[in-house]
């Protein structure tokens, strides 16, 4: 059973590029949302998209901007990196509803 | 202030012995807790969740709820070196939609020998 499979797993970009991260969900799953991990703190909810549309963001930058594919693979593209973006970058997912969410291994970006 | 609080450690138990972590919540209308363990340098994986007020236990694992208190717990029994690893408490918000969780900074735990 393939859980949630992110790419790639480091990425450094320089200020002012743009990145696009992947993901693909856990088998079974229609659901993936987007979160932000800086060092020392805990994952902060970036977007969530189901049916191909964005559901729900968090108070994030319209640099940051998403897709899903019919396939329910999501990814996530951020526009004109600041180094305050260097930080983990996960994908979640889960069934619609109230079921847990599970996370993949991340995507580490370095901005320098 | 902080929708999801806990203590950032560490906590440091010995072996065999009772790792007991807390964490509490702002939002009262939130139906939904869970706890993740995260490895350093790796992604949180999932431990608990609990929906209603109480314990529920997995295997070396509880975890208690209570509401009114707006409190959350994580008891890990029998304690092993492999637990050691940052703890995170995630809630669920009222009114949100259901991937939307609200992470605390987490609590380092460390078992020793």
């Known amino acids: 059973d393939a859980g949630v499979t992110q790419s790639p797993t480091h990425l450094i970009k320089t200020r002012g590029q743009q990145v696009t991260l992947r993901c693909s969900p856990k088998s079974g799953h229609d659901t993936v949302s987007w979160y932000q991990q800086a060092l020392g703190q805990g994952p902060q909810f970036i977007f969530q998209y189901y049916e191909e549309e964005e559901r729900q963001r968090g108070n994030f930058p319209d640099r940051f901007s998403g897709h899903q594919f019919p396939n329910y693979s999501s990814e996530l593209n951020v526009n004109a990196l600041l180094l305050g973006d260097s930080a983990l970058y996960l994908c979640a997912s889960s069934k619609r509803g109230n079921s847990p969410l599970h996370f993949g291994n991340g995507t580490r970006l370095t901005v320098t | 202030q902080k929708e999801v609080e806990q203590n950032s450690g560490p906590l440091s138990v010995p072996e065999g012995a009772i790792a007991s972590l807390n964490c509490t919540y702002s939002d009262r209308g939130s139906q939904s807790f869970f706890w993740y363990r995260q490895y350093s340098g790796k992604s949180p994986e999932l431990i608990m969740f609990?929906?209603?007020?109480g314990d529920k236990e997995d295997g070396r694992f509880t975890a208690q709820l209570n509401k009114a208190s707006q409190y959350v717990s994580l008891l890990i029994r029998d304690s092993q070196p492999s637990d050691s690893a940052t703890y995170l408490c995630?809630?669920?918000?009222?009114?949100?939609?259901?991937?939307?969780?609200?992470f605390g900074a987490g609590t380092r735990l460390a078992v020793h020998p």
């Open positions: 609990i929906y209603s007020n």
């Open positions: 995630a809630v669920r918000p009222s009114g949100g939609g259901y991937n939307k969780l609200i």
